[in-house]
C-alpha cells in the first residue's frame, strides 16, 4: 500500500469530474484497511468505492481510500437457499452475472446498476421492483476509529427507500467491507410486473422467463434509457423518486391525472421524478457542458467537462423548478461532496 499525493479522480468517479486527492491509496484487503485508518499523520480520510454514486465539486483535501477488496465466497446453503459473502471491492453488475451463471436467483432486475456490492447497502439500492434489502442477510463493517469490525443484520441497518443506518447515524463511522446475501437455488421467485420487463420478455417471445432471461431483459430496458458512464459521464439516477402520502397524492392527481404512478401501500404513493423533470421542460435539456440526458430525465450527464458545480446548479434548477411547477420537492439520491 502506497500513499500518493495529487492524485485525478477523474477515473474514479462515474461523472468524470476532474478533481483532484491531496493523498490517495488503494487498499486491497481488511488489513490494509485497518492500516490505513490507524495513519494521525492523515486525520482526515474518505473514502471512495465504484465512484458511480457520487458528485465531486471541489478537490478532496484529505486522504483518500480506494476501497479494492475483492472474493464471492458461500457460507451457508441448503437444497433451496445459498448465502453468499460478497466483498466490497466487488463490481456490482459482474457479481450479478457470476450468480446467474450458478443459478442463484433474486438479483436479476438489479442488473447492471452501477457500482461496488460495499456501498449498495448504504443507498439500499434497487430496480425494476426489487431492492437490496429483499435478499440481505447481514455486512461487515470497520469502524474507523476502533478499527473494530462490525456485523450488521438487516434490522440494523434501518433501509428505507435510497436510505439507510450508513447514510444518518452512521455516516463516516463505518466502511463496509463484506456483504451477505440471501439467494434461491431453486423455486427462483420472479418479478417480471415492474416497468417494462413483461413488455420486453413478449418482444423476445418468452413466456416462461428464466432468471437470465428476466437479467437479459433488464439490461436490454437500462441500455436503451441509461447513458453509459464510459462514453459519457453520469451517475446514473440522479434524483430520488419522491413518495407522496395519500393526501398529497390525491391533490397532486387532481391537478395532474395523466401523471404515472405506483402504489406502495394504502397510503403512500411513488411518482416517477423522471416524469416530474421531463414536463417541467428539462429533458435533453443543456447548459454548458452539464445537461440532462435526452433519453431519460432522471439522469444528469457531463459532456465533458463540466464542473461538478455546474451540475450541481443545474441539478438545483430543476429542483427549483419541479417544485413551483407541481408543488414536490424532488431530492438528490447521489452522494454530493461540497
Not at 486525520?43 to 475483492?70: C, M, Q, R, W, Y
Not at 404512478?261 to 421542460?281: C, H, M, N, R
Not at 457542458?289 to 457531463?302: F, S
Amino acid at each position: 500500500m502506497h500513499i500518493l499525493q495529487n492524485i485525478s479522480l477523474q477515473s474514479y468517479n462515474t461523472f468524470g469530474i476532474s478533481a483532484k486527492a491531496k493523498h490517495f491509496c488503494e487498499v486491497s484487503n481488511i488489513e490494509e484497511l485497518k492500516n490505513v485508518f490507524s495513519l494521525k499523520e492523515y486525520p482526515t480520510k474518505f473514502v471512495i468505492s465504484g465512484g458511480s454514486n457520487l458528485l465531486l465539486t471541489k478537490d478532496i483535501e484529505a486522504l483518500v481510500i480506494h476501497i479494492n477488496i475483492k472474493g464471492i465466497s458461500i457460507i451457508e446453503e441448503d437444497n433451496d437457499y445459498v448465502i453468499l459473502k460478497v466483498m466490497a471491492g466487488e463490481n456490482w453488475h459482474e457479481m450479478i452475472l457470476w450468480t446467474l451463471e450458478n443459478n442463484y436467483g433474486g438479483l436479476e432486475n438489479m442488473s447492471l446498476i452501477p457500482g461496488k456490492t460495499g456501498t449498495a447497502p448504504i443507498q439500499n439500492i434497487g430496480a425494476y421492483g426489487v431492492e437490496l434489502k429483499d435478499h440481505f442477510v447481514s455486512c461487515e463493517a470497520l469502524h474507523t476509529e476502533t478499527l473494530e469490525i462490525k456485523s450488521f443484520s438487516k434490522e440494523a441497518c434501518k433501509f428505507g427507500y435510497r436510505d439507510s443506518y450508513f447514510k444518518n447515524e452512521g455516516k463516516g463511522k463505518f466502511v463496509i467491507t463484506s456483504v451477505n446475501l440471501k439467494l434461491t437455488k431453486t423455486n427462483h421467485i420472479l418479478n417480471t410486473s415492474y416497468g417494462s420487463i413483461e413488455e420486453e420478455l413478449l418482444k423476445k417471445n418468452i413466456k416462461k422467463p428464466s432468471i437470465q432471461d428476466i437479467s437479459n431483459a433488464v439490461i436490454t430496458i437500462r441500455q436503451s434509457k441509461l447513458p453509459d458512464p464510459k462514453e459519457i459521464g453520469n451517475s446514473g439516477s440522479f434524483f430520488k423518486n419522491p413518495i407522496l402520502s395519500k393526501e398529497e397524492f390525491l391533490v397532486f392527481s387532481s391537478k395532474h391525472p395523466e401523471a404515472p404512478f405506483y402504489k406502495i401501500s394504502d397510503t403512500l404513493f411513488k411518482v416517477p421524478a423522471g416524469w416530474l423533470i421531463e414536463q417541467s421542460g428539462f429533458k435533453g435539456k443543456r447548459l454548458g457542458d452539464a445537461g440532462v440526458h435526452k433519453k431519460q430525465a432522471l439522469v444528469l450527464v457531463n459532456y465533458g467537462k463540466a464542473t461538478g458545480q455546474e451540475i450541481l446548479n443545474l441539478a438545483h434548477t430543476i429542483i427549483s423548478e419541479v417544485r413551483n411547477k407541481f408543488g414536490i420537492t424532488i431530492s438528490p439520491e447521489v452522494n454530493i461532496i461540497r
